[in-house]
């Protein structure tokens, strides 16, 4: 562990201020996406699966912001996030200490809007199991209170050091991550590793949870065009797309082949060239690409 | 519209497709299952999984995701049999249009032949080694290091694929300046 993660999770000030960074995330900004869910449950979905589940899902949306903020913040700001994250991989723990809290935080939570005093009730309710997660947590990857010391985030540790050395072997970054997860593996069994994950698939799953460019690529889906050409671009889907075209107006239909270079159209650096030249500027372009793609969109899933 | 500008236009509607809008279960393991079967070309997708992947990005996330462990699969039983997956090629540009062979790699063959006297038409043809077929049965592609795909698909019964060239410039060109690598299709 190295002193800037020693200094997050050790710290007693830093401790706090991860705490307060938590709080903030969940029970200030994502709080009511949250209970929402859990207290308003579909006919015949108030079983600990259904509020696992509902849990693992708000706190991967939890994850998606964080990770957005580690991408876009290099200084203390990512970092943070980046510590805080590590925290919120553990979705059944979570879901299982709101379990203990459920009734009465769905009670407060059900009148919080008349009365003030329930809505603090709600917040103290949540973010007590939460912080007391949030704080074995962070003592278990400190190795204290007989903590294992295989947690997830030191597992991630290992295996980005291990994915620099195996690029430092190669001379070159991977390019592929399926081969790094592949080389990864290879290599965690030929030092007998422990503690580490056996499976591609969890190797995976690591490499994701910590390289923004990787998880982007499976929400990105113009990154997985092979995919969609060999199992989703059947013969159909690509004649009701051409249908769904021609149901849009020409200056609609120019706005995506501009904006998807989707015919040979001249490029333009400056937009007084544009503008001169398909009589429309940079903001028009957009939009219309927008409206256009929310049209088509609309039309497929007729 | 051509196939690619249909496929670029497919996937940037795809990319902005809400779940909110297109609620779906999550997929299960007898869906996993499925997939995995499509992905190593066991079987071919159902019209219903396609239609559930076709409309909501978060099973499509699921795919993808199980796309990539396939693939990774694919790459640790390769490397534990010791197959080399880079294709190196370093020549100096002939003035004469004729074919290439290379042979640098004990586990496939790559050759070029000009369609024409100019140079301006190509085919390609790989050709695995007999040990390296049955692992690579679920498909190959060939890619150089700009990421551009050369060649993709299912070796046949003898260990080999064939397409046209179908990337911009000459194949010569670009084996000058890029390398070539067999990934897991």
């Known amino acids: 562990m190295n002193n800037q993660e020693e200094w997050l999770y050790q710290g007693i000030v830093a401790r706090r201020r991860l705490l307060a960074y938590l709080r903030r995330l969940c029970v200030v900004h994502h709080r009511e996406a949250l209970l929402s869910r859990i207290c308003v449950p579909c006919a015949g979905d108030s079983s600990s699966i259904a509020l696992a589940q509902t849990v693992k899902a708000w706190g991967e949306e939890l994850q998606r912001e964080l990770e957005s903020v580690i991408r876009s913040a290099l200084d203390e700001r990512g970092q943070i996030a980046r510590a805080a994250i590590g925290l919120l991989f553990d979705s059944a723990g979570q879901a299982q200490v709101i379990a203990s809290v459920l009734e009465p935080l769905c009670t407060a939570y059900r009148h919080h809007r008349e009365r003030l005093a329930d809505e603090r009730r709600v917040e103290q309710l949540l973010w007590n199991v939460l912080s007391q997660h949030f704080k ?22 290992r295996i980005e050091q291990l994915s620099r050395e195996l690029e430092q072997r190669r001379g070159k970054p991977y390019a592929d991550f399926a081969e790094l997860a592949a080389d990864l593996l290879l290599e965690i069994q030929a030092r007998a590793m422990s503690n580490m994950p056996r499976t591609v698939a969890t190797i995976l799953e690591y490499l994701y949870a910590s390289n923004a460019r990787a998880a982007e690529s ?37 706005a995506l082949a501009i904006k998807f270079g989707l015919e040979r159209e001249p490029a333009f650096l400056r937009e007084i060239d544009f503008k001169n030249h398909y009589g429309f500027g940079w903001e028009t372009l957009r939009k219309r690409a927008d409206q256009a793609r929310r049209l088509l969109a609309d039309c497929l899933r007729e | ?15 902005i497709q809400e779940d909110a809008l297109a609620p779906t279960a999550a997929a299960d393991a007898c869906d996993e299952v499925h997939w ?48 080399e997956t880079a294709l190196r090629y370093r020549a100096a540009a002939s003035p004469t249009v004729e074919p290439l062979k290379i042979e640098s790699n004990p586990h496939f063959t790559l050759i070029l032949f000009p369609l024409d006297d100019e140079g301006k038409t190509w085919n390609l043809y790989l050709k695995l080694s007999a040990a390296f077929r049955p692992l690579a049965s679920a498909g190959i592609r060939l890619v150089d290091d700009r990421g551009e795909v050369w060649l993709a698909g299912q070796p046949d019964a003898d260990g080999e694929l064939s397409s046209d060239w179908q990337l911009e410039g000459s194949p010569l060109e670009r084996l000058l300046q890029h390398q070539l690598q067999i990934q897991p299709g």
């Open chain 1, 218 to 254: 499976l929400d990105d889906d113009t990154q997985r065009i092979e995919l969609i050409a060999e199992f989703l671009a059947t013969p159909d889907v690509l004649i009701q797309l051409e249908q769904c075209l021609e149901q849009l107006s020409s200056e609609l239909r120019q």
């Open chain 2, 36 to 83: 995995q079967e499509a992905l190593t070309r066991k079987s071919a997708l159902r019209g219903n999984a396609r239609k559930a992947l076709l409309h909501s990005p978060q099973t499509r996330r699921q795919f993808y995701f199980m796309a990539d462990v396939t693939r990774a699969e694919a790459y640790a039983r390769w490397k534990q049999a010791g197959i």
């Open chain 1, 136 to 157: 074995d947590k962070m003592d278990q990857l400190d190795g204290f209170g007989g903590g294992p010391g295989s947690h997830q985030l030191q597992v991630l540790r």
């Open chain 2, 1 to 15: 519209m051509n196939g690619n500008k249909q496929l670029k236009l497919l996937a940037a509607l795809l990319a």
